[in-house]
């Protein structure tokens, strides 16, 4: 499988992960979910693995401009609907690797995960 990291191209967080990456000299892919989205069953795995709550990025400017009543209250299924038709409202990023899943940028906990030995 290798690194695969999910995110959104011209997002600072993902640009300093990608950097990481880069200068650590770990190979991956880059998928832009952005422009090609998240298939629902990734993103279930996804919410079963770190909670609804930690991968929809309620802070952002995408869910802000939700309508209200897709806002309220708010369940898996209901942020699983909204991630899938909103691909720009899952946090980021995401890398999926041989290990496991990492959710978010902490150069400490991607070094443990990442590097042999790390």
Known sequence: MGVTLFGIRNCDTVKQARAWLAGQGIAHAFHDYKL?????????????????????????????????DEKADLDAA??????????????????????????????????QALRPGG
Do not use: M, Q
């Open 36 to 68: 090609a989205g998240v298939d629902a069953e990734r993103l279930a795995a996804w919410i079963g693995r770190f909670g609804w709550d930690k991968v929809l990025n309620r802070s952002g400017t995408t869910f802000r401009k939700l309508p209200d």
């Open 78 to 111: 209901k942020a699983l609907a909204i991630l899938v038709n909103n691909p720009s409202a899952i946090r980021r990023p995401i890398v999926e690797h041989d290990g496991g899943v990492l959710l978010g940028f902490d150069a400490g906990a991607w070094e």
